[in-house]
């Protein structure tokens, strides 16, 4: 059975960093890209960043490009999203994502909230 499990979110002040974890079970990471997603309270869900199997960023949202950073250590089943500079409007739910064949596989989530 596929797990996701986020974590690393928090409550945090504008320009502050936080890095999030997404650990997986049931499923090999080496074997496939991967993203990361956001939903923001009365937001659709948004694509954020993706990695390739190998562990090479493929692309970014423009939001949030220059200041975060996806990584993937394949050897520990883990996904990582390095945020800086965060801003007030990346307070959202993050989520890790991956899509296998025709199902799509998410994270329960984790709230990052950026406030002064």
């Known amino acids: 059975q596929v797990q996701l499990v986020e974590s690393g979110g928090g409550l945090v002040q504008p320009g502050g960093s936080l890095r999030l974890s997404c650990v997986g079970s049931g499923v090999t990471f080496s074997a496939l890209h991967m993203n990361w997603y956001r939903q923001a309270p009365g937001k659709e869900r948004e694509f954020v960043a993706r990695?390739?199997?190998?562990?090479?960023?493929?692309s970014y949202a423009g939001p949030v490009e220059g200041r975060f950073t996806i990584s993937k250590d394949n050897a520990k089943n883990t996904m990582y999203l390095q945020m800086n500079h965060l801003l007030v409007e990346d307070t959202a739910v993050y989520y890790c994502?991956?899509?296998?064949?025709?199902?799509?596989?998410w994270g329960q989530g984790t709230q990052v909230t950026v406030s002064s």
């Open positions: 990695i390739s199997d190998d562990g090479r960023p493929i």
């Open positions: 994502h991956f899509l296998r064949g025709w199902s799509d596989f």
